[in-house]
């Protein structure tokens, strides 16, 4: 586990300095994401590098401001040849980022902003227009589409989170919350606490909290604490429930329980308002069949598509390198028009936990670079049609299933 209640002081690696954050974790604006970076031998030197690319200046100045003292050979779990590995990872890495940088590929662009919120705009409010229909296939159709929109909203608002909208931290901020919480139902800031201990570690047990589907699912043997609970009705048929009920059951636990719980503990009052908007649209405008139904379409393609990135692939259980995290916990779907579509250009899932604040339709421009990377320190590069994808997804549900039967 994290180390959240240590009597030690608390320091964190960075650029070949351990910095106390003792008295600076607790008002560390990304919230205790911070404390998973206090454990011996943890490197943060790409994880702030990477989140904190938008601005950087004022990290810089935050750090000058904590005491330091320079890393030795004891702070180092790592073998020599390990060390040596990660240090040159470090510097091919650090050579492409910068690479990326001169070259632009982390401006806005400001027409693909206003298509891609009027898009998913359009497609919400014109359902739900359809769901006051008195004609049932209307409301179906009507159902399906403000679904459709709201899920979509949700790759608008995962690149604001991302500070990848518009670059300007405040603006990417109001656009998320604003954008998923009428939209989609859900608060900006809670999913930016949650998702960022994704990415800081993806598929490690007990830091990425994508992990945590029990008891209603399970992707990885690991993540069952006990037999008892891998023989539950819920596991046993995962495979046919994940997409008839597993997506819809976590999208309004995120709706109903987590994000409303989370704007009352942090008082964000703005997240609670744009929620309490959504449910009155919805429950004004549209018959209570066509809010559940709609719900489920948001559900099963968002999370359906989340699925197909991480969950069937092995997870970490000890520290890696941020570079090995993305490449051997994260997986590509093929690109093409409409893909690149469909999964709001997080098909190229890799690139983009390697870069998160790179805009997501810019990442074809790094993949043949981001290849060469992982070729070159023998890192697999994981990429799957969609349909193979799907198909090994059901796979994993169902070893996973037999596992325990």
Known sequence: MHPKTTTNPLEIFYDGYYYDITEFSAKHPGGDIILYYTEKGEDATQAIQQFHNRFF?????????LK????????????????????????????????????????????????????????????????GSRTFILQFFGAVLFGLGGARAGWVMHEAGHH?????HNADRCIQSI?????????????????????????RIDYDLDLN??????????????????????????????????????????????????ALKYHNYFDLLM???????????????TIIFGVWVAGTYLFGNFALSHSRLPVARKQTHWVEYAFRHTANIKSSLWMDWWTGYLNFEIVH?????????????VRDKVIALAAKYDLPY?????????????????KVAEHFK
Not at 84 to 92: A, L, V
Not at 353 to 365: A, D, M, V
């Open 275 to 289: 929620m309490s908007i959504h449910w009155w649209i919805l429950l004004t405008f549209a018959p209570p069949w």
């Open 57 to 65: 200046p004022k990290v810089k100045l935050m750090l000058a401001n």
């Open 179 to 203: 954008i998923v919480g009428i939209l989609g139902g859900v608060g900006g800031g809670w999913w930016r606490r949650h998702h960022n201990k994704h990415h800081a570690m993806p598929q």
């Open 353 to 365: 936990h390697l870069f998160p604040t790179l805009p997501p339709f810019r990442s074809y421009l």
């Open 213 to 262: 589907t029990m008891p209603v699912l399970a992707n990885s043997i690991e993540v069952v604490k006990h037999p008892r609970q891998g023989s539950s009705f819920f596991i046993q048929n995962q495979k046919w429930l994940f997409l008839a009920l597993d997506c819809f059951l976590a999208t309004m636990a995120w709706r109903l329980y987590s994000s409303p719980r989370s």
């Open 68 to 131: 330091r003292r320079p890393a030795t050979e004891n702070d180092n779990l790592l073998t020599p040849e390990e060390a040596q590995r990660h240090r040159d990872i470090t510097h091919d890495f650090a050579e492409l980022f910068a690479w990326m940088k001169s070259q632009g590929m982390f401006e806005p662009s400001p027409w693909r902003i206003i298509w891609r919120i009027v898009e998913c705009s359009l497609m919400w409010t014109i359902g739900l227009y359809f769901c």
């Open 382 to 398: 994981n990429e799957f049609s969609y349909m193979d994808a799907w198909a090994q997804n059901f796979r994993n549900l169902d």
């Open 164 to 168: 990848s909208l518009t670059g300007n």
